[in-house]
């Protein structure tokens, strides 16, 4: 990866719908080069996907909360993951170190559905414990950040 892979993806970033011509231009590359970088990031893995970033208070989704859960034993870990993953309220779902083994960011209506996906997952075989935060207002969400590129070293800009 060099310069110009950083550029592309820095351009597909901020514009995942870019058109090739438009992209070519930024990364002052012809048409096919750039898209064969671009296949190249896509089968590196690199470029894993390419997404909407939806608002979703604007669809009436007025809650966000950050739900931490202990598990009684790791053995029910795969509750938790066939849960999250059947539930569109829960947007993220990470296991992580720390007091808690999971921590789960939800996207949903209001407090009335909060509180019933509280007690589903409460109901889990194997949670022991929850926590949950509300969010009250969010300064800050970048799903890619922007990279730098210096000395042969890719990295997220400051």
């Excluded at 979703?56 to 739900?67: H, I, K, P, Q, S």
């Excluded at 000395?151 to 800009?157: A, L």
Aim: charged share 25%; net charge neutral; glycine share 4%.
């Amino acid at each position: 990866m060099d310069a110009t892979d950083v550029k592309i993806i820095n351009c597909l970033i901020e514009n995942a719908r870019i058109n090739l011509t438009d992209l070519a231009a930024k990364a002052h590359l012809s048409v096919s080069a750039t898209s064969e970088r671009v296949r190249k990031l896509e089968s590196d893995g690199i470029i894993s996907r390419y997404s909407a970033v939806i608002n979703y208070d604007r669809l009436g989704y007025d809650v966000t909360a950050y739900m931490d859960v202990i598990l009684d034993d790791p053995a029910f870990k795969e509750n938790i993951i066939s849960f999250a993953a059947g539930n569109p309220d829960i947007v993220e779902c990470d296991y992580v170190a720390g007091d808690y083994d999971f921590l789960l960011k939800i996207s949903t209506r209001n407090t009335r559905t909060l509180e019933h996906l509280l007690t589903s997952v409460r109901a889990l075989k194997g949670v022991g414990r929850t926590r949950t935060t509300l969010v009250l207002s969010n300064h800050k969400q970048a799903f890619s950040p922007i990279l730098t590129y210096t000395n042969k070293t890719v990295e997220k800009q400051k």
